[in-house]
Nanobody, 126 residues
C-alpha cells in the first residue's frame, strides 16, 4: 500500500529551525508532484510549498518564502521541508502530499493532491 509518513515535528522556540521529512513507502514518486500544507487549529489547510516533479523548481506561500526550503532525494522517496526562522504563527500540523492520479485544481490547492500523510505537529513558542 502506498503511503506517506511525515516526521520531524516538535516544539521549538521562535527563531529556531526544524526539518520535516516525508517518506513514501510502497512506491516511488519521482514523477509525482509533491507538496507541503499546514493546518492551524480552527483554520483551513493551507498551501506551504511544492516541488515540481519535472524540473525540481519550488514554489512557496508568501508567509514562508525565504524561510522554508523544500527538497527531495534523487530516488524520489523522500521529501524534506527545512524550516528556519520559525515564528509562533507557523504553529500547525504539517502535511505532505503527493499527486498520483489525475485530479482537478492547481499545485497550490488541496484537491490537486490525492495522497496525504498523517501530519506532524510543529509548535513554535514565543
Amino acid at each position: 500500500q502506498v503511503q506517506l509518513v511525515e516526521s520531524g515535528g516538535g516544539l521549538v522556540q521562535a527563531g529556531g529551525s526544524l526539518r520535516l521529512s516525508c517518506v513514501a513507502s510502497g512506491g516511488t514518486f519521482t514523477s509525482s508532484a509533491m507538496g507541503w500544507f499546514r493546518q492551524a487549529s480552527g483554520l483551513e489547510r493551507e498551501f506551504v510549498g511544492n516541488i515540481n516533479e519535472f524540473d525540481g523548481s519550488t514554489a512557496y506561500s508568501d508567509s514562508v518564502k525565504g524561510r522554508f526550503t523544500i527538497s527531495r532525494d534523487s530516488a524520489g522517496n523522500t521529501q524534506y521541508l527545512q524550516m528556519n526562522s520559525l515564528k509562533p504563527e507557523d504553529t500547525a500540523v504539517y502535511y505532505c502530499a503527493a499527486k498520483t492520479r489525475p485530479t482537478p485544481g492547481t499545485r497550490y490547492s488541496t484537491n490537486y493532491y490525492d495522497l496525504w500523510g498523517q501530519g506532524t505537529q510543529v509548535t513554535v513558542s514565543s
